[in-house]
């Protein structure tokens, strides 16, 4: 049997037929019966560009339909698929493309002559947002027959967003994706008859695979967004079923005028992930759309972990259960389990967890537990139903005076406070205590908030040595691509606050 993800999805789309895939401004681009004719000339297109089965091809384009059939076509070629933000520096390009050694390089056309000054031995051809570019030049009319793939064999590999050091490539194989997938599928529901709503970026976990794979494996239509318009959205709810975005996605729509009932009346599930969502945008979005989003959690490194049910209570501020087939335990520093409800750093074994980091056999074996599992890196508690809460990152952990500090909880009392849009609360060095706790506080447009106020706010909530020693406030916090809080920025940014 071929375990390449790709055989999974043709299968799939044979029964489609003639059922529309992508569809973009009302117009269909592709259907589902063009899946298997227009992978299969692209992957002999790359075949023919001198990319070999288990080669690298690194991706940094926008998003198109051309780039969606280019992710496919390469699972069909038997390459290793490495998706690049669009927003890196040619030197940040170099690093990866350094690391991946790819055969191929493919890149927006206005930057080839860019990319190939850092592309070394790898081949470098274009595609554009529109179509147009060097990879689509004289595709073969033969389709390439799709590659034989073991589930150990890797179809991606994805770099971390490199928060702490240099990023490093998560090395995820057919088995990893298609068995995520494939419990993704049956815990949300996915129907033929259901239609996406896609308004993710597809150079991350969250809209390549997540979404993608979702939509691939039930046979079912994506609305095709090359970007974030809330207008174009709402006016899709009307033939949509399903949406997937990051906080800042619902936040915007729940500001929306024309966010209502009866504009979600159609729409059977709103999923948010990438990022933690507010417990108060949780709310305000029920009470906007009548709809209840379902958080769920996961990294680069496994896929998804963990999801509020599709039945049953979708609670605000926590990330729901183990998905099936997925473990989870949760570990203090000292490497023993902790009690129900007591926070520790979350690890997870199962089929979704990736092979390893690329090229870098320390980092892996620094990573991982005897038994397969893998420290996330998360601090989270569990209750004794196995419903997961994450309370921060490790290395977000604030030690003040020889105690431990969450940043979470004290995010949670000062979000609470009238005024305050969101916050986020991090430790810098300080001379008697070693860390200070400093919030930095985004308002509410046209709000007053100030300093003495968000302390007095929360001097009754929280104990003496967990409030801040210093409140910032701005009209808005730093976020990377995917809308998480770029808290290493703001270490760096205050870092001298109580030491300068």
Same mark, same amino acid.
């Given at each position: 049997?071929?375990d390449n993800l790709?055989?999974?999805?043709?299968?799939?789309?044979?029964?489609? #037929?003639g059922e529309?895939?992508?569809?973009e401004?009302?117009?269909?681009?592709?259907?589902?019966a063009?899946?298997?004719?227009?992978?299969?000339? =692209?992957?002999?297109?790359?075949r023919?560009?001198?990319?070999?089965?288990?080669?690298?091809?690194?991706?940094?384009?926008?998003?198109?339909?051309?780039a969606?059939?280019?992710y $496919?076509?390469?699972?069909?070629?038997?390459l290793?698929?490495?998706?690049?933000?669009t927003?890196?520096?040619?030197?940040?390009?170099?690093?990866?493309?350094?690391?991946?050694?790819p055969?191929?390089?493919?890149?927006?056309p206005a930057?080839a002559g860019?990319v190939a #000054?850092?592309?070394?031995a790898a081949?470098?051809?274009?595609?554009g947002?529109?179509?147009a570019?060097?990879?689509?030049?004289?595709l073969?009319d033969?389709?390439?027959?799709?590659a034989?793939?073991?589930?150990?064999?890797?179809?991606?590999?994805?770099?971390?967003s490199?928060?702490? #050091?240099?990023?490093?490539g998560?090395?995820?194989?057919h088995?990893?994706?298609?068995s995520?997938?494939?419990?993704?599928?049956?815990l949300w529901?996915?129907?033929a008859?259901?239609?996406?709503?896609h308004?993710?970026?597809?150079?991350?976990?969250?809209?390549?695979?997540v979404?993608?794979?979702?939509?691939?494996?039930?046979g079912?239509e994506?609305l095709?967004h090359?970007?974030?318009?809330p207008?174009?959205v709402?006016?899709d709810?009307?033939?949509?079923?399903?949406l997937?975005?990051?906080p800042?996605?619902?936040?915007r729509?729940t500001?929306?005028?024309r966010?209502?009932?009866?504009a979600?009346?159609?729409?059977?599930?709103?999923?948010?992930?990438?990022?933690? $969502?507010l417990?108060?945008?949780?709310?305000?979005?029920e009470?906007?759309s009548?709809s209840?989003?379902?958080?769920?959690?996961? =990294?680069?490194?496994?896929g998804?972990?963990?999801?509020n049910?599709y039945?049953?209570?979708?609670?605000?501020?926590?990330? #729901?259960?183990p998905?099936?087939?997925?473990e989870?335990?949760?570990?203090?520093?000292a490497g023993v389990?902790?009690a129900p409800?007591?926070? @520790?750093?979350?690890?997870v074994?199962?089929p979704?967890v990736?092979?390893?980091?690329?090229?870098?056999?320390e980092?892996?074996r620094?990573?991982?537990?005897e @038994?397969?599992?893998?420290?996330?890196?998360?601090?989270a508690?569990?209750?004794a139903?196995?419903?997961?809460?994450?309370?921060g990152?490790?290395?977000?952990?604030?030690i003040?005076?020889?105690l431990?500090?969450?940043?979470?909880?004290?995010e949670e009392?000062i979000?609470?406070?009238?005024?305050?849009a969101?916050?986020?609360?991090?430790?810098v060095?300080h001379?008697?205590?070693?860390? @200070?706790?400093?919030?930095?506080?985004a308002?509410?447009?046209?709000?007053?908030?100030d300093?003495?106020g968000?302390?007095?706010?929360?001097?009754?909530?929280?104990?003496?040595?967990?409030q801040?020693?210093?409140?910032?406030v701005?009209?808005a916090?730093?976020?990377?691509a995917m @809308?998480?809080?770029?808290?290493?920025a703001?270490?760096a940014?205050?870092g001298?606050l109580?030491?300068?």
């Amino acid at each position: 049997m071929n375990d390449n993800l790709i055989a999974q999805i043709l299968a799939v789309a044979e029964v489609a #037929g003639g059922e529309s895939f992508l569809t973009e401004a009302g117009k269909p681009v592709l259907a589902y019966a063009d899946l298997d004719r227009e992978t299969g000339r =692209m992957a002999a297109q790359l075949r023919a560009l001198g990319a070999q089965v288990g080669d690298r091809v690194v991706v940094q384009v926008e998003k198109s339909p051309e780039a969606v059939v280019l992710y $496919l076509a390469a699972l069909r070629a038997g390459l290793v698929f490495v998706p690049l933000n669009t927003a890196y520096t040619a030197a940040e390009l170099e690093y990866f493309i350094g690391d991946a050694e790819p055969a191929l390089v493919v890149c927006r056309p206005a930057d080839a002559g860019t990319v190939a #000054g850092v592309a070394g031995a790898a081949k470098v051809v274009t595609l554009g947002d529109d179509g147009a570019g060097s990879l689509l030049a004289d595709l073969p009319d033969q389709p390439l027959p799709v590659a034989e793939r073991g589930g150990d064999d890797l179809a991606a590999i994805l770099y971390t967003s490199g928060t702490t #050091g240099r990023s490093k490539g998560a090395m995820l194989s057919h088995g990893n994706l298609l068995s995520n997938a494939l419990t993704l599928k049956d815990l949300w529901r996915w129907r033929a008859d259901d239609v996406l709503i896609h308004i993710l970026p597809i150079y991350h976990v969250h809209g390549l695979f997540v979404a993608l794979h979702g939509a691939l494996l039930a046979g079912a239509e994506v609305l095709f967004h090359r970007g974030f318009d809330p207008d174009a959205v709402i006016a899709d709810f009307a033939r949509g079923t399903v949406l997937m975005g990051v906080p800042t996605h619902y936040t915007r729509l729940t500001c929306h005028p024309r966010l209502t009932p009866a504009a979600c009346a159609h729409m059977r599930l709103f999923i948010s992930g990438s990022a933690p $969502l507010l417990a108060e945008a949780h709310k305000r979005f029920e009470e906007g759309s009548g709809s209840r989003i379902l958080e769920r959690y996961g =990294m680069t490194e496994t896929g998804m972990i963990t999801s509020n049910p599709y039945d049953g209570a979708r609670v605000a501020g926590t990330v #729901g259960y183990p998905l099936p087939g997925v473990e989870v335990r949760i570990h203090d520093d000292a490497g023993v389990a902790v009690a129900p409800g007591e926070p @520790g750093v979350l690890q997870v074994r199962g089929p979704n967890v990736f092979k390893g980091y690329w090229r870098n056999p320390e980092k892996t074996r620094e990573e991982f537990r005897e @038994g397969g599992w893998f420290v996330t890196g998360d601090v989270a508690t569990q209750e004794a139903d196995g419903r997961v809460t994450l309370v921060g990152r490790a290395k977000d952990l604030i030690i003040a005076g020889g105690l431990n500090i969450y940043p979470k909880e004290i995010e949670e009392a000062i979000d609470a406070l009238p005024g305050v849009a969101e916050s986020a609360v991090i430790g810098v060095a300080h001379p008697d205590m070693g860390e @200070g706790v400093v919030a930095v506080v985004a308002r509410v447009p046209g709000a007053a908030v100030d300093e003495a106020g968000v302390l007095a706010g929360i001097a009754g909530k929280l104990a003496r040595f967990k409030q801040p020693r210093r409140v910032i406030v701005v009209d808005a916090l730093p976020r990377n691509a995917m @809308g998480k809080v770029q808290k290493a920025a703001l270490r760096a940014h205050y870092g001298g606050l109580f030491t300068a």
